[in-house]
Nanobody, 125 residues
């Protein structure tokens, strides 16, 4: 497994932007798919974005497509999530995740073996 530490959360008004960052304790070039999830006040853990190793193919659910962009910087061993046009329903704790031990095809939480502690994002007027 790898240690992951998120940063960049905070409070923002609707329509605003935030950029989350995740620092990895291992070379991100050695990690398989990396992703972002969020835990809403209801308690559900939702998939937000994922990016594969190598070609960096990205995946998003419809509710963030066009607003969120995931990227990985293997030179800095970081993962980022640029979030634009934020909505109140985006309020959640955001978690960085990685497939460090083995590659899994899916992007469900169970497909990731390494997790950060989370960073709070609040969208409110």
């Amino acid at each position: 497994q790898v240690q992951l530490v998120e940063s960049g959360g905070g409070s923002v008004q609707p329509g605003g932007s935030l950029r989350l960052s995740c620092a990895a304790s291992a070379r991100t070039s050695s990690l398989y798919t990396m992703g972002w999830f969020r835990q809403t006040p209801r308690g559900d853990r939702e998939f937000v974005a994922a990016i594969t190793r190598g070609v960096g193919k990205t995946y998003y659910p419809d509710f963030v497509k066009g607003r969120f962009t995931i990227s990985r910087d293997n030179a800095k061993n970081t993962l980022a999530l640029q979030m634009n046009n934020l909505k109140p329903e985006d309020t959640a704790i955001y978690y960085c995740a990685a497939q460090a031990l083995s590659f899994r095809v899916g992007v469900a939480p169970a497909d990731f073996d390494s997790w950060g502690q989370g960073t709070q994002v609040t969208v409110s007027s």
